[in-house]
């Protein structure tokens, strides 16, 4: 791939319309930019544009089999993109009523405008519509749905800021806006409806996100697909590997699972800095971090993760060992990402 000029333009306050501009300018002419969405920077397409959806897989190294979220930037754009079968509007639209903008992704039957590329072939396509204004500018301004996966390399950690989507694209694409950190930290909740006559409907949890079990139960009966791991998964969010640091990331049953090799460096990425939690006096660590340090927020646990990883994985460990979250609510997400980034690692 020839190397160009990755620019980084701020989009605060009083650069925000220029910011807007010139990557509406940039889509609109079939390239690809990336733009902040409150869960992780995406990397931008027009999603009626199969050549300018083919520069995001280029860009990312991503194979052709995993399908791209579609951004909405207002309702009325739904139906462009998607159909919404009888069976299942009711639902479908108190989701989107309860949610939108923000982070829940819902899979529907594809309308025809949308390319194969983007869907991967699949008759369904993931929409979304982004809690970010920015994100939604550049979408109206465009006046055409925004098709955009994270914006790092295909497997690697999501991008939470203009700066780690630089580490991820520099040389590859012509222009990142900055609109600071990410507000939420992880992907969307990827949900899928199934309608069930008389009975409530089941929404398929296909990737855990910031939208809880608990926040959908509401709406219909929640079944989480936590290990959707086959050759073909239905959310390659969902392979095994994923979200992976280039340093091995450990992940144990029980603390003392863990037996260092002499000489070898580790360092411990911590809930929130607990010894009880048995792991900060269990080695001598290189280095400590903390996702949510002192009281364990779950919620900045989640802001913080990609940040962290990276930043440990930067230190020249020989591996990180990661400490457990609890599993409830947001911790349903957190630990999926930690799970999915040790994957072939243990
Ligand atoms: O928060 C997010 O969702 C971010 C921001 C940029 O919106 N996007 C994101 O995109 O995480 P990406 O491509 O990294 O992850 C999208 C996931 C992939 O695992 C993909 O397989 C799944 O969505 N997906 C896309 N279309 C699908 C479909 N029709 N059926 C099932 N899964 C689908
Ligand atoms: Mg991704």
């Given amino acids: ?17 220029t910011a807007v501009s010139q990557a ?18 995406g990397l931008a397409a027009d999603a009626f544009n199969a050549d300018a959806v083919a520069k995001v897989f280029a860009a990312k190294e991503r194979p052709a089999f995993d399908p791209l979220i579609v951004h909405i930037s207002s309702l009325k754009e739904l139906p462009e993109v998607a159909e919404l079968p009888e069976d299942i509007a009711p639902v479908v639209k108190s989701l989107a009523g309860a949610f939108w903008p923000g982070p829940l992704t819902i899979v529907l039957p594809k309308s025809a405008k949308v390319p ?3 869907t991967s072939g699949l008759p369904t396509v993931a929409v979304r519509q982004s809690g970010s204004v920015i994100f939604r500018q550049i979408g109206k301004a465009l006046g055409r749905p925004i098709a955009a996966p994270s914006a790092n390399r295909f497997g690697r950690i999501s991008p939470t800021s203009a700066s780690a989507v630089m580490k991820e694209l520099d040389g590859r694409i012509p222009l990142i806006i900055d609109g600071g950190a990410c507000s939420e930290g992880v992907e969307s909740t990827i949900v899928k409806i199934e309608s069930r006559g008389e009975q409530r409907p089941l929404i398929h949890v296909l990737r ?13 009966k929640v079944v989480i697909q936590k290990r959707l791991v086959s050759e073909h998964p239905e959310a390659p969010g969902q392979l095994a590997s994923h979200y992976a640091p280039l340093t091995p990331l450990l992940m144990f049953e029980k603390p003392e699972d863990f037996k260092p090799e002499p000489g070898k460096k580790y360092g411990l990425l911590s809930y929130r800095g607990d010894p009880k939690a048995g792991y900060i006096d269990l080695h001598e660590w290189e280095v400590v971090e903390e996702l949510s340090p002192g009281s364990g927020k ?24 990661a400490e457990p979250v609890s599993e409830t609510g947001l911790g349903v997400a957190i ?3 930690l799970r999915r980034a040790a994957v072939g690692r243990e």
């Fill in 335 to 337: 630990m999926d990402r």
């Fill in 298 to 321: 779950l919620i900045e646990a989640a802001v913080r993760l990609f940040y962290v990883m990276r930043h440990l994985d930067e230190q020249g460990l020989d591996a990180i060992v």
């Fill in 1 to 17: 791939m020839p190397e160009i000029e990755t620019r980084i333009l701020s989009a605060e306050e009083e650069d925000m319309k």
């Fill in 116 to 118: 194969d590329i983007v």
């Fill in 24 to 41: 509406t300018a940039l889509l609109a002419a079939g390239e690809i930019v990336a733009v902040p969405t409150e869960t992780v920077y």
């Fill in 208 to 220: 855990a996100g910031p939208v809880t079990k608990e926040d959908l139960q509401k709406f219909g």
